[in-house]
């Protein structure tokens, strides 16, 4: 029934997984800065859970580097340096955090099971407190992931726009949900890129299992029914554009009932 | 594959390694590392000499005039003096830290964005992912390092080598704001050529410096 299957799983594993991956060109996009927020923040996780995709970046990176060393220098205007080295006393303690940390942290979703490192991602971008998880459909609750100014921990951005997220040209919902253990989520299509980051528990779907740090990619026009692996409760990180266009009738009903 | 490099050890056919730095760059991840001990403006203006003209020659490279490289080059290098601290030599070359700010800098300028703290693009932010993480930190001995500087080195000489093309469709790729596709517009390119130069670029760049460990 299912249609296209994107998937990265070109890339090396190690034992323990993850086993898919981010695609080659979305990594490097992520990489030099040109992702849009919702979709760097999903990389950033499968990222921040993936040693392999990790080294990858960390190369990505390296080019940047490389290139910048092996540039031809532009000439500097006269009095460049003095006008530097004037700054500096101005300047003379160093800023910022020294030991880089782990940064903040998400309490709830830890004792979920969510890992630490994303949950460090995900906590400047959720509500303040108790995480309070909505009734989204039958087996499914969610908390909306604020995007925009959501990356200062200031006040500004828990009053930012909550679902309608705007980064760039992507408008869409960021969700971090909890699917009950064993739901099926009937057929259903994208009108739009749907990213599913698993944190806990398994997704499996016609593209195989995806187990915490898998990133599934559906691109419009796919279908597919999800399964919810029995045994454990599965959290993942979800963002899609349109919303789901729904195969079957049920599905058509969880659409209504989900409808926000 | 990348990942079986993790797994080696580069100390010991160190010296086979092609070594060029005798192209005028100074030892940067050590100067970097005077800035942030000892706050050494000697050390600084050495990483000024080298990395100001470069961040601005890149700058003006994607579309940026003379006087605004300039600004945002003096503002990348002060960066540098105040947060020398936070870098990691773990995660890689001094250049890359430095690239990486001057990148999120411009970035943050053109789309009118506040650079914060905990941005995922920002190099130094705590929670970059491409940090090196909790479990990585402890281990980060004498080979962690090691190989990150290796793999710099050889990403440099690697790069050198690379069909002039390439090199510039990389270079488009990772210093301008622009799309693939906007720059293969800009240079009257069709976009598959240009996509295919960068593909080839980095499959080039993975099996040299994957050879180069396994050598």
């Known amino acids: 029934m299912s249609t296209t299957v994107q998937d990265a799983t070109r890339r090396?594993?190690?034992?323990?997984?993850?086993?898919?991956?981010?695609?080659?060109?979305?990594?490097?996009?992520?990489?030099?800065?040109?992702?849009?927020?919702?979709?760097?923040?999903?990389?950033?996780?499968?990222?921040?859970?993936?040693?392999?995709?990790?080294?990858?970046?960390?190369?990505?990176?390296?080019?940047?580097?490389?290139?910048?060393?092996?540039?031809?220098?532009?000439?500097?205007?006269?009095?460049?340096?003095?006008?530097?080295?004037?700054?500096?006393?101005?300047?003379?303690?160093?800023?910022?955090?020294?030991?880089?940390?782990?940064?903040?942290?998400?309490?709830?979703?830890?004792?979920?099971?969510?890992?630490?490192?994303?949950?460090?991602?995900?906590?400047?971008?959720?509500?303040?407190?108790?995480?309070?998880?909505?009734?989204?459909?039958?087996?499914?609750?969610?908390?909306?992931?604020?995007?925009?100014?959501?990356?200062?921990?200031?006040?500004?951005?828990?009053?930012?726009?909550?679902?309608?997220?705007?980064?760039?040209?992507?408008?869409?919902?960021?969700?971090?949900?909890?699917?009950?253990?064993?739901?099926?989520?009937?057929?259903?299509?994208?009108?739009?890129?749907?990213?599913?980051?698993?944190?806990?528990?398994?997704?499996?779907?016609?593209?195989?299992?995806?187990?915490?740090?898998?990133?599934?990619?559906?691109?419009?026009?796919?279908?597919?029914?999800?399964?919810?692996?029995?045994?454990?409760?599965?959290?993942?990180?979800?963002?899609?554009g349109d919303g789901l266009i729904p195969m079957t009738l049920l599905g058509r009903l969880i659409r209504l009932i989900a409808r926000p | 594959m990348l990942h079986t490099s993790r797994n080696l050890r580069p100390t010991m056919h160190r010296d086979r390694l092609p070594v060029r730095l005798n192209d005028g760059r100074p030892d940067a991840e050590a100067l970097l590392g005077e800035v942030a001990r000892r706050r050494d403006k000697a050390a600084f203006a050495q990483l000024f000499a080298w990395f100001a003209p470069r961040v601005k020659g890149q700058l003006m490279a994607a579309g940026v005039d003379a006087g605004g490289a300039e600004d945002l080059a003096q503002e990348v290098l002060f960066t540098v003096w105040k947060k020398a601290h936070l870098y990691d030599p773990l995660r890689g070359a001094a250049s890359t830290w430095i690239y990486a700010m001057a990148r999120n800098r411009f970035l943050n300028s053109r789309r009118g964005k506040a650079s914060t703290e905990t941005d995922l693009f920002d190099p130094i932010s705590p929670i970059s992912p491409i940090s090196p993480t909790a479990e990585e930190a402890p281990a980060a001995g004498g080979d962690a390092l090691i190989m990150a500087g290796e793999r710099d080195r050889m990403l440099r000489s690697a790069l050198l080598e690379l069909p002039e093309e390439q090199r510039q469709a990389l270079q488009d790729v990772y210093f301008s704001e622009q799309s693939m596709r906007e720059s293969a517009e800009g240079r009257g390119l069709p976009l598959g050529t240009v996509k295919t130069r960068v593909r080839l670029a980095l499959e080039r760049l993975r099996v040299v410096v994957t050879r180069r460990w396994q050598a």
């Open chain 1, 12 to 240: 090396g594993t190690g034992a323990g997984g993850p086993f898919h991956h981010v695609p080659d060109e979305a990594l490097l996009d992520y990489v030099i800065g040109r992702q849009g927020e919702a979709v760097a923040l999903a990389i950033a996780c499968h990222v921040a859970l993936c040693a392999h995709c990790r080294e990858e970046a960390r190369r990505l990176d390296g080019i940047g580097g490389a290139l910048l060393d092996t540039a031809g220098p532009a000439r500097m205007s006269a009095g460049a340096l003095e006008a530097a080295m004037a700054r500096l006393d101005g300047a003379s303690s160093p800023e910022g955090a020294a030991a880089p940390g782990m940064g903040a942290t998400w309490p709830d979703g830890e004792r979920l099971g969510v890992p630490r490192g994303v949950g460090a991602l995900l906590a400047p971008r959720l509500p303040d407190g108790p995480t309070r998880w909505r009734y989204i459909a039958p087996g499914i609750r969610g908390v909306n992931v604020m995007l925009g100014e959501a990356t200062n921990a200031g006040l500004s951005a828990k009053t930012g726009t909550e679902t309608g997220t705007k980064t760039g040209t992507e408008t869409g919902t960021v969700r971090v949900v909890r699917l009950r253990p064993g739901l099926v989520i009937p057929e259903h299509g994208h009108k739009t890129t749907e990213l599913t980051l698993v944190l806990t528990g398994a997704l499996v779907d016609v593209v195989g299992r995806f187990a915490p740090g898998d990133l599934s990619i559906r691109t419009p026009g796919d279908t597919h029914i999800q399964r919810v692996e029995a045994g454990a409760e599965c959290l993942a990180l979800v963002i899609n």
